[in-house]
């Protein structure tokens, strides 16, 4: 059983759209599941596709969460295993531990195990959704979707059109 580095790099890059406020606790995990990474702060909601074909097999039908206080250690992870293309998990039937045992290690958690319930976002994710991705929000806003969705746009980048004459029927300001 294996996790792919770039898998722990998106969960990362996913975190910018989680929430840090404690008073909403769900929302301060990223949530792993067969198809998907995803987090949401209750107005911005990133999903990255899941590519990490050994690590869904390790999933299973299970979905992980990823806790906000341990982003240290999954940029201490990713830091210590840098020439890594893959990295050990062990998992039982609430967690999965990746890394490599007596070294920087840390714990992905079901939802039953850590007691909440995360947001049903496929209730809101438009079901004919396709590339590419169009946005229009405050500048802070773009700020943070642009961190948060830079790991599943590492094809084409990230492209700003502010009062575009080369797009039609959109607002002032377009994120594809």
């Known amino acids: 059983m294996a996790i792919a580095t770039l898998t722990i790099r998106s969960i990362i890059q996913a975190f910018n759209a ?15 599941s067969k198809d998907y990474i995803e987090a949401t702060d209750g107005r911005v909601l990133c999903r990255v596709k899941l590519d990490d074909s050994d690590f ?17 250690l999954f940029k201490a992870v990713l830091k210590q295993y840098k020439n890594f293309s893959t990295m050990p998990t062990t998992s039982d039937h609430h ?13 992905l958690k079901t939802a039953e195990s850590l007691s909440m319930v995360y947001p049903n976002t496929d209730s809101i994710w438009p079901k004919d959704f396709k ?20 790991g599943n746009l590492n094809k084409g980048g990230l ?18």
Do not use: W
Request: charge should be negative.
């Open 131 to 150: 590339d590419p991705y169009v946005i229009s929000f405050d500048a802070d806003l773009l700020a943070s979707l642009s961190q948060s969705m830079r």
């Open 56 to 72: 869904k097999d390790d999933l299973k039908n299970e979905t992980y969460y990823a806790d906000r206080e341990h982003l240290p």
């Open 18 to 32: 989680a929430s840090n406020d404690a008073t909403r606790y769900a929302l301060n995990f990223v949530k792993i």
């Open 159 to 176: 492209k700003l059109y502010i009062n575009s004459s080369e797009q039609k029927n959109v607002g002032p300001i377009i994120v594809e």
């Open 95 to 107: 967690s999965t531990t990746c890394g490599f045992p007596g070294r920087i290690q840390f714990v």
